[in-house]
């Protein structure tokens, strides 16, 4: 596949996506850019913006095997990995899979559920496998989470841990619509009714197994200069000076946004790497890894704000 039809059909997801999601193409195009660089994705996000609608159509365009896990307090590790159950009829254990068991996995309201059952992710998150009695089993090379979590619960919600945190290469944050783009929703879903589906709205398949394979493979030959690498590591070392932060990124952030924004060039059709690509991935990649200063947090400083001041203070290459 050629960079100009990575591009193509990047943009032909996009164009599928909006017949069902409107107004959400930044995150779409990070969606791709996790994907084609194998990562996770976090969306946070009020309730009702559309966040499992977007990972349903965005599933259905690529042709992955889509499944769906609704997280609650009382939900147990075994329920997403699955279990060795006793087979009577031939008197042996067999695996009964859970739903982690698919190329794009939906992981809703994650911080509902304790700890102890996020953690069963975590494996399958990184790589891409889970253990269960000592046995090994693989996953899809392709899977991904995309987990959403609403930031406006108070009661019964577990924030998720730093160390599951860092597995996720973007957090997105989903805010409601602008006037226009929620006239636009309402004129499309206010007459129809009932729960909105990818398939009801058209959303059609633009590409298969192969297809995403060979846009994969695309991106591994986008060139990193070294200029650039020192950029990325310039700027994710200055998280760790940085007065307003208590905790800054590690180097697997680096590398994650090195990867990402290749993933990013060769979906504008490019074979190279530019700072703009870095900049642009940065906030996302960035937002969740880095934990402000109590002193910070007094003075409603946000995570975003920092990212964007050390953006403009770390020299970019030219």
Do not use: W
């Not at 032909?12 to 969606?31: C, F, H, M, N, Y």
């Not at 699955?82 to 859970?98: D, M, R, Y």
């Not at 959403?148 to 409601?176: H, M, S």
């Not at 090195?258 to 490019?270: F, K, V």
């Amino acid at each position: 596949m050629t960079l100009d039809e990575v591009a193509a059909l990047g943009r032909a997801i996009d164009g599928e996506v909006a017949k069902a999601v409107v107004d959400q193409s930044p995150t779409v195009r990070l969606l791709l850019v996790a994907l084609l660089s194998g990562g996770h994705v976090l969306l946070e996000g009020p309730p009702g913006t559309a966040k499992t609608l977007l990972a349903q159509s965005f599933a259905r365009t690529l042709g992955l095997d889509f499944g769906r896990i609704q997280f609650t307090p009382d939900l147990m590790p075994g329920d997403i990995v699955g279990a060795n159950l006793f087979n009577f009829q031939t008197s042996a254990f067999a695996l009964t899979k859970g739903p982690v068991f698919c190329e794009l996995l939906l992981a809703d309201e994650i911080n509902r559920t304790p700890p102890k059952t996020q953690a069963a992710l975590l494996e399958a998150m990184q790589e891409r496998a889970i253990t269960l009695d000592g046995r090994t089993e693989r996953l899809s090379d392709r899977f991904t989470v995309v987990a959403t979590q609403n930031p406006i619960e108070q009661q019964g919600v577990y924030p998720l841990p730093e160390a599951q945190l860092d597995r996720f290469l973007f957090k997105i944050d989903i805010d409601y619509p602008s006037e226009a783009a929620e006239r636009a929703i309402v004129g499309q879903y206010g007459a129809a009714g009932g729960v909105p589906r990818a398939a009801e709205q058209g959303v059609a398949q633009v590409a298969d197994a192969a297809a995403l394979a060979a846009a994969i493979e695309t991106v591994r030959g986008v060139g990193l200069v070294e200029p650039i690498i020192d950029y990325v590591v310039a700027l994710v070392r200055a998280t760790r000076a940085h007065g307003d932060l208590a905790s800054g990124a590690s180097p697997r952030a680096a590398s994650a946004l090195a990867s990402a924004a290749r993933a990013a060039a060769a979906l504008d059709g490019r074979d190279y790497v530019i700072p703009d690509d870095v900049k642009a991935l940065a906030a996302p990649l960035l937002r969740h890894r880095l934990i402000l200063s109590p002193a910070a947090e007094i003075d409603g400083r946000r995570v975003d704000q920092v990212v964007a001041e050390l953006i403009e203070s770390v020299e970019a290459p030219r």
